[in-house]
């Protein structure tokens, strides 16, 4: 049973869109959250106080949509060639989509650098510390600039990503899973589950995304190692599962992902531009080939030139400006 629209819940804010009226205080989810935390976090090296603000926006960047996994041995490599933003400021583009290698959504790379040629024309090379001037930097958006806030300064910021939504939408909401899509309502209930203090705050964004992520996850929670399994709406509740609309996986074989994601392999691996008949190779239907290269030629993913051959770009994006 719901709240009326008239009444609030501890939180302060209308129940209707939020939360069953019997879900938990946020204050009695701090504590045992962020303890939890405090003893089970992976040692993930944008964590360390050497990775610094940099290394926390490049995590960023390749955490979106790719597991810690996939992401630490690209992450490594990349911090150990571009320690600074303005050291990947000096390269080509086309050098951050090579060294993207096998992550996905290779306009991650792009914009990253173009973040970075920002802070380094802007900023003088650092990482900025105000939440408006990080959502500023191209590529960056509400996401990255709380996180960016939140774990690189300390500051209080409601960071909702994947994982803090799902373990937002149990344990204050009592549903299985979030909306397909961020809503009002979620962000207004992480607003007011923050706790005041900006470190406790910043504590609380990292916790709760790792309990998402280790714990609550999507597939088959641990609600019995879960520190907060008594006081979750969702588990109170029985534990329905989802009753909204079906949760459909990503598709990848077969697609013009996958034939973007072989089409720009042969050019990261290629030091010279490469002919059109090279990549010709690498898909057999001509129409979905030549759709996938004009959309990563659209995106500035791959430049072309001359004579039917293909590189990775080497200036700055079209409206990637700084």
């Known amino acids: 049973m719901t709240a009326t629209t008239s009444e609030h819940s ?17 204050t009695d ?12 976090a992976r040692d993930l090296p944008w964590r360390r106080p050497e990775a610094g603000a940099w290394g926390v926006m490049v995590s960023e960047f390749m955490l979106q949509q790719t597991p810690v996994n996939r992401v630490l041995p690209v992450y490594e490599q990349w911090l150990a060639r571009w320690p600074r933003p303005a050291d990947l400021a000096a390269e080509p583009p ?25 802070i380094t024309e802007r900023h003088g090379g650092d990482v900025p510390r105000e939440h408006a001037q ?37 344990a204050f909401g009592g549903r299985e899973f979030p909306p397909t899509a961020t809503t009002a309502a979620e962000r207004r209930l992480a607003r007011a589950v923050l706790p005041e203090d900006d470190a406790t705050a910043a504590r609380w964004a990292a916790a709760t995304m790792e ?21 979750c709406a969702w588990r109170r509740a029985g534990s329905p599962p989802h009753d909204g609309p079906p949760r459909r996986g990503q598709s990848y074989a077969g697609t013009d992902r996958q034939v973007r994601g072989r089409l720009l392999a042969v050019l990261r691996e290629a030091a010279e531009p490469v002919p059109q008949a090279v990549l010709d190779a690498v898909w057999d239907e ?37």
């Open 211 to 231: 309990l998402g992520a280790l714990v609550c996850t999507a597939r088959k929670p641990d609600c019995e190692n879960c520190p907060i399994m008594d006081l």
């Open 94 to 118: 086309g050098e951050a989509v090579r060294a993207w290698g096998r992550l996905g959504y290779p306009r991650r790379a792009l914009r990253l650098h173009g973040a970075a040629a920002a």
């Open 286 to 322: 001509p129409v979905q080939r030549a759709r996938a290269l004009d959309g990563l030629v659209a995106d500035g993913l791959v430049e072309p030139l001359e004579g039917g051959v293909y590189r990775l770009p080497q200036g700055l994006p079209r409206g990637q400006g700084v």
């Open 29 to 40: 989810l701090h504590a045992p959250v962020i303890d939890w935390f405090d003893r089970h």
């Open 10 to 26: 501890a939180t302060g804010l209308h129940t209707t869109d939020l939360r069953p009226i019997d879900s938990p205080a946020p």
């Open 134 to 170: 990080l959502l500023a930097l191209p590529g960056v958006g509400e996401y990255t600039a709380a996180a960016v806030a939140s774990f690189a300064y300390g500051q209080r910021h409601a960071v909702l990503d994947t994982n803090v939504r799902r373990v937002f939408a149990r």
